[in-house]
């Protein structure tokens, strides 16, 4: 008489759409803030975005530059490596697209930098045609400063570690070199739909 639900235990909710739950992942309802160290708080006078490396020239942007660039408002779902996904996710923020517009390079590769040192390498293929945003909105409000605010990198086909928070530049680079998680054991690229959590996965 009484429902059973099959293959859910204690306070984890059937999944809406188990399709969209890469292999070894639950659905999380809340969000939860992962840092590798203390929270940054870089005055927005004193921020500044920058694409630099291996490229013919560098340019930045101003916090108010950033802000007067053509919006996206991407609604994804994210996935954590620690094995925590979250669907339906709101932002709002400048596709990688229009920042590397004017930007000519030979580049294949690139590291995303933080304030607080914090640093993640990425394909330049994984940040454009519209996979990658700079965002600075999470659900309608300015990005909270424990989930990365003022912006962060958010590149949501790819496990979370992916989407530096407190992004302050993309460095581009000719070949791939590993950033911070990647230097401890975790895979280069982090395709959730693949699992590559760790290097050799
Ligand atoms: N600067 C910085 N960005 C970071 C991290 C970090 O430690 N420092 N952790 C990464 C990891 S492992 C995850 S899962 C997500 C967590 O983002 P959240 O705290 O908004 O959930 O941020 C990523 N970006
Ligand atoms: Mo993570």
């Known amino acids: 008489m009484s429902p059973v639900s099959r293959g859910f235990t204690g306070r984890r909710r059937p999944v809406a759409d188990a399709s969209r739950l890469p292999p070894g992942q639950y659905e999380e309802r809340g969000f939860p ?25 560098a340019v930045s942007w101003t916090w108010d530059e950033l802000l007067a660039l053509p919006a996206e408002t991407p609604t994804v779902d994210i996935h954590c490596v620690t094995k925590w996904s979250k ?9 990688v697209d229009t920042l590397l517009a ?35 909105e999470y659900a309608g409000e300015p990005l909270h ?23 302050r530049g993309l460095t581009l680079t000719l070949g791939d070199e590993p950033g911070f998680w990647e ?19």
Do not use: C, M
């Not at 669907?87 to 596709?95: A, E, N, P, Q």
């Not at 580049?107 to 914090?118: E, K």
């Open 33 to 57: 803030v992962l840092a590798a160290g203390p929270t940054p708080h870089t005055p927005l006078e004193a921020w500044s975005f920058r694409i630099d490396g291996a490229v013919d020239s």
């Open 87 to 95: 669907f339906d996710t709101l932002w709002k923020g400048v596709s």
């Open 102 to 136: 004017g930007v000519s390079s030979e580049a294949g590769y690139l590291t995303a930098w933080s304030d607080g040192g914090y640093t993640t390498n990425l394909p330049l293929d994984d940040v454009t045609d519209g996979k990658a945003w700079v965002a600075y």
């Open 145 to 167: 400063p424990e989930h990365g605010g003022p912006a962060r990198l958010l590149v949501p086909h790819l496990y979370f570690w992916k989407s530096a928070k407190w992004v």
């Open 183 to 201: 230097t401890y054991g975790y895979h280069n690229r982090g395709d959730p739909w693949l699992e590559q959590r760790y290097q050799g996965d």
